[in-house]
């Protein structure tokens, strides 16, 4: 019997709508940060959908060393919790090393484990037992039923607030492709299962010091999953995708989300 977990004033899994998880894929700047999120909480209300507000303060696994990462912890933390309180969202950040939990947790809602870090026992227990609840992204190259250790690892803690996030499989060289199969098996855990849309059209390190992608791919792929039953639909968006400093190629436009959130619920009730 799947699990549903509840975040603030959010349920996610269970019979409920499938939650939304956006933002951009790096905290760029203030300015940006603090648009995005708006126009995300404004485009909930409207569509009345639960929405996170995710956005990264560090990415620490990028292609190349000049690679922007982001203002980093301190700054990076200070414009969430800026969101946060003004805005009154729910918070979805991932994390890249043991001495950042205590500081991060303080601020965020969902811990989230990255993909190349989910079998770090340590650090995933350390996550787990900063009592948040956690977001594991399944590593590329983990099977789906793989992902049940992981599991075990965060609730041996205690904490059963957890959530799974399907992110695709390396096909070959710079590629990945995704197995919807991999939603149903994943929540045969107890526990609900997100797909990420726009890193399952990445192309990995396929642009040499960089990964490309395909972001038109993203909205057929996130259909797809909510068909399969997944709980909820990440995605990682920007006002100009092409400017953007970090995964522009499978970043969604702003100005698209409306209808293809409206395409998704559609699909949800179709199938219920």
């Known amino acids: 019997m799947k699990n549903s977990i509840k975040v603030g ?18 905290i760029e700047d203030k300015e940006t ?68 939990i205590d500081k991060a947790a303080k601020v965020l809602d969902i811990i989230q484990i990255p993909a190349f870090l989910c079998r770090q026992t340590d650090f995933i227990l350390e996550i787990a ?44 060289y710079n590629n990945l492709v995704v197995d919807f199969r991999s939603i ?6 107890g526990y609900p299962v997100i797909f990420d849309a726009t890193h399952s059209i990445q192309l990995p390190g396929g642009a040499g010091k960089s990964s490309g992608g395909d972001r038109k791919f993203a909205p057929v792929l996130a259909k797809a999953a909510v068909a399969a039953g997944a709980d909820g639909i990440f995605m990682e968006v920007h006002p100009d995708p092409d400017k953007a400093l970090c995964d522009g190629p499978n970043s969604l436009p702003l100005d698209g989300l409306y209808d293809l959130i409206k395409k998704l619920m559609a699909v949800r009730k179709a199938i219920s």
Not at 9 to 26: E, M, Q
Not at 144 to 170: C, F, H, Q, Y
């Open 9 to 26: 004033n959010i349920t996610i899994g269970g019979d409920n709508p499938p939650v939304i998880i956006a933002g951009p894929c790096v």
């Open 129 to 172: 037992r900063a009592g948040k609840p956690v977001n594991i992204k399944k590593g590329q190259f983990l099977a789906p039923w793989d992902i049940g250790n992981v599991v075990e690892k965060i609730a041996s803690t205690g904490n059963r607030n957890i959530l799974i996030t399907e992110r695709g499989a390396m096909f070959g």
């Open 184 to 189: 149903q098996i994943m929540q045969d855990t």
């Open 33 to 100: 940060t603090l648009y995005i999120a708006r126009y995300l909480k404004e485009l909930a209300q409207k569509l009345d959908i639960s929405l996170i507000f995710k956005a990264s303060y560090d990415k620490a696994n990028r292609t190349s060393i000049d690679s922007f990462r982001g203002p980093g912890l301190a700054a990076g933390l200070q414009i969430l919790d800026q969101i946060k309180k003004d805005l009154g969202l729910v918070i979805l950040s991932d994390v890249h090393s043991i001495n950042e």
